[in-house]
């Protein structure tokens, strides 16, 4: 293929490709042309679908679970208990999601291979937060909430497998940007949805989840999801266990890019997880109603400067055709202001950290997820290899709650924020680094002409 040759899609034979990560057989049906652009209802369908699942999801672990597990166990045990819960909950979707996604490449249904598993992940999720939220107690609140990120994947697999299967190369960089102004948009949504609800434990919980589902069920609507007509060989037992796998030494910018997306979301969640804390212990705001205010304040600054910084990005990117020297400056520029955290003891430097972290997560979400998608090692099995992709999202949602404890109890106690936030942004830095490696600029550097 010459540099200037749009991508092809291979023709529906059951043989592997060549260069393909695994013994994987090609299920991708249609005729060998390029892909079209992705029209509006579906882009947009895709990002409305995106942002109703990502308030849903992100609400709880925002602020919405520390409320709720704040008002079963004493003050002094709410952080760490809420840290367990979302850690061995994330080990579910650590699981789910690339089994899902293999699940979804080989569904046969005359609905497509992605619309039936939103609508049943959309349905059971509803359920699952429901739970959640009427639980009497933390090992209830912990079994609705693994429910929850079952159902969840089941939904996410798919919807960003989507993004391999409807959008052209030349589209992504744009598109993948609205992966992370959608994601940051729902943690702001989430913290206006705790601000108003917090009085009310059941809709706390159940109005993001229904927005969420509706949603979904509206981009389903819209979604061409072509089916395929016969059932291919599943591989047996050998294609399951491939299914956690891609080889790094046959696909090492795959690796790469994998090492770095899980370094970077551990230093983020190390934000995530204990911000509420934070921002009672270190900055002072011990009332929760003033707590959830500055919060929800300091999310929306933060979005602001994401959603700018990440259509910026994105589109520079698509412009410019470099993927990876978009993501190393990105990354080194969150991690400064995640570090800065370490130092911030009032409400208006925690805004302009907030606005700092924005611009270097918002480049980093939109031109890494194009990146990704750039260099997956078999295109046919994208929804396996985004899943693969998918546990360096998803384990260290798990880690970060262990791994911050114990950097706040770095000299006794359980507060030594400094420890934490130097930390996440030195895990940060390494994120950087580990894309240095990577050979190709993406395939959108190729399609550019560089």
């Not at 409305?48 to 008002?71: E, H, M, N, R, Y």
């Not at 939904?155 to 497998?161: E, F, M, R």
């Not at 404890?405 to 359980?414: C, D, N, Y």
């Not at 400094?418 to 950087?432: C, K």
Request: glycine share 10%; with cysteine.
């Amino acid at each position: 293929m010459s540099p200037s040759t749009p991508p092809q899609h291979q023709p529906s034979a059951p043989s592997p490709r060549p260069d393909s990560s695994g013994p994987y057989v090609s299920i991708v049906t249609g005729a060998a042309e390029p892909m079209p652009k992705a029209g509006f209802l579906v882009v947009w369908g895709m990002a409305l679908a995106q942002f109703g699942l990502f308030v849903a999801l992100l609400a709880p672990v925002t602020v919405s679970l520390a409320i709720k597990v704040g008002s079963l166990v004493p003050a002094a045990e709410a952080a760490a208990t809420t840290g367990g819960v979302l850690a061995a909950a994330a080990l579910v979707a650590l699981v789910a999601n690339p089994i899902i996604g293999r699940l979804s490449d080989y569904t046969t249904s005359r609905f497509g291979r992605r619309r039936p598993w939103m609508v049943a992940g959309a349905i059971g999720f509803v359920l699952s937060l429901a739970l959640v939220a009427l639980a009497p107690g933390v090992g209830l609140v912990l079994l609705g909430w693994a429910l929850a990120q079952l159902f969840g994947n089941m939904i996410l697999a798919p919807l960003l497998t989507t993004i391999a299967d409807q959008i052209p190369e030349r589209q992504r960089g744009t598109v993948s940007g609205n992966v992370g102004i959608t994601q940051n948009l729902g943690i702001m949504a989430a913290a206006y949805v705790a601000l108003w609800f917090v009085g009310d434990m059941l809709l706390l919980f159940v109005v993001p989840a229904v927005f969420a589902a509706l949603t979904v069920f509206v981009y389903c609507l819209v979604l061409p999801d072509r089916a395929i007509t016969e059932k291919p060989d599943d591989g047996g037992w050998r294609l399951f266990v491939m299914t956690f796998w891609v080889n790094p030494a046959k696909h090492p910018d795959f690796a790469w890019v994998w090492v770095s997306r899980f370094l970077v979301t551990l230093s983020y969640f190390h934000f995530i997880v204990f911000r509420p804390f934070f921002l009672s212990d270190q900055v002072g705001l011990a009332d929760p109603a003033e707590m959830a205010g500055v919060l929800a304040n300091g999310v929306l600054i933060n979005t602001i400067a994401l959603v700018v910084f990440a259509k910026l990005g994105g589109w520079l990117s698509d412009r410019t055709g470099d993927r990876k020297g978009f993501v190393i400056a990105a990354t080194l520029v969150f991690a400064l202001g995640i570090a800065l955290l370490a130092i911030t003891h009032d409400v208006a430097m925690f805004y302009v950290v907030e606005v700092i972290m924005g611009i270097g997560y918002g480049i980093y979400v939109a031109v890494d997820t194009a990146l990704v998608v750039d260099v997956l090692p078999n295109p046919q099995d994208a929804s396996k290899d985004l899943g693969v992709l998918n546990i360096a999202n998803a384990l260290p949602q798990s880690l970060a709650g262990v791994v911050g404890a114990g950097l706040l109890a770095i000299g006794g106690g359980t507060q030594n924020y400094l420890a934490l936030f130097i930390g996440a942004g030195v895990i940060a830095v390494l994120g950087a680094v580990t894309i240095i490696p990577v050979r190709s600029r993406g395939r959108g550097a190729r399609s550019a002409g560089a």
